[in-house]
């Protein structure tokens, strides 16, 4: 089946800095999602990218969409300790419904 | 408007025991599916459903029934809980390629 690897599995940063990850996959995307998940919460949706090569900002968050369509990365400028939690990345292919998701970056900032 | 929600939030159940989990949206989505997370391994699929009346499996479906009978409601089912299905249990719905909203989830325990 579909594997999608994301790295890095965890960041420890200070306030203020960037943050970078990423997701590659064995076969293409049509959609590539970055969710965001908080302690006891369910996954919350940041970044949706319909595009090879599409660019996407959503404050301080901007993610792209390979042109391969087989990878996406995802940047937070300026980390604030909010940011803190679980980022994931997910894709879909042409089977609407279906999602897959990468392992997850666990992201903590320090004040 | 509610959004996904899944109920029960927490469950401990004694091997071999059935139960269903509950997921109910209100926002007319097209699309419904069940993930489980365990740690290490991101989200993944159980079975999901394309509109009332069609399902499919995911990723990982052994041990686990659905049906979707109305656009709303989307249960899952385990037959004969076994510890290997000790995990957190997300519903997600959605309208397609335009990202997913999850339940908050239901935290599931087998002893």
């Known amino acids: 089946g579909q594997q999608l690897n994301q790295s890095p599995q965890s960041m420890f940063i200070q306030e203020g800095e960037d943050v970078s990850m990423n997701c590659t996959s064995s076969?293409?995307?049509?959609?590539w999602l970055w969710y965001k998940q908080e302690p006891g919460e369910g996954p919350v949706l940041l970044i949706a990218?319909?595009?090879?090569?599409e660019l996407t900002s959503n404050g301080r968050l901007t993610a792209q969409f390979g042109i391969t369509r087989k990878d996406s990365f995802l940047n937070i400028s300026a980390s604030i300790p909010s940011d803190v939690g679980i980022y994931f990345c997910?894709?879909?292919?042409?089977?609407?419904?279906?999602?897959?998701f990468g392992q997850g970056t666990i992201l903590t900032v320090h004040p | 408007n509610a959004g996904v929600t899944q109920t029960p939030k927490f469950q401990v159940l004694k091997t071999g025991q059935s139960m269903t989990l509950q997921c109910a949206q209100d926002m007319n989505h097209e699309y419904m599916s069940w993930y489980r997370q365990d740690p290490g391994m991101g989200l993944r699929l159980i079975h999901y459903s394309v509109g009332a009346g069609i399902t499919d499996q995911g990723e990982v479906p052994n041990g686990y029934n659905v049906s979707r009978s109305t656009t709303e409601d989307f249960p899952l089912r385990l037959l004969s809980a076994a510890p290997s299905q000790t995990s957190v249990y997300f519903c997600?719905?959605?309208?397609?390629?335009?990202?997913?909203?999850f339940g908050s989830g239901t935290r599931l325990t087998v002893v």
């Open positions: 990218l319909y595009k090879a090569g």
């Open positions: 997910a894709g879909q292919d042409t089977s609407y419904g279906k999602l897959t």
């Open positions: 076969s293409i995307f049509n959609t």
């Open positions: 997600a719905s959605g309208t397609g390629g335009y990202g997913y909203t």
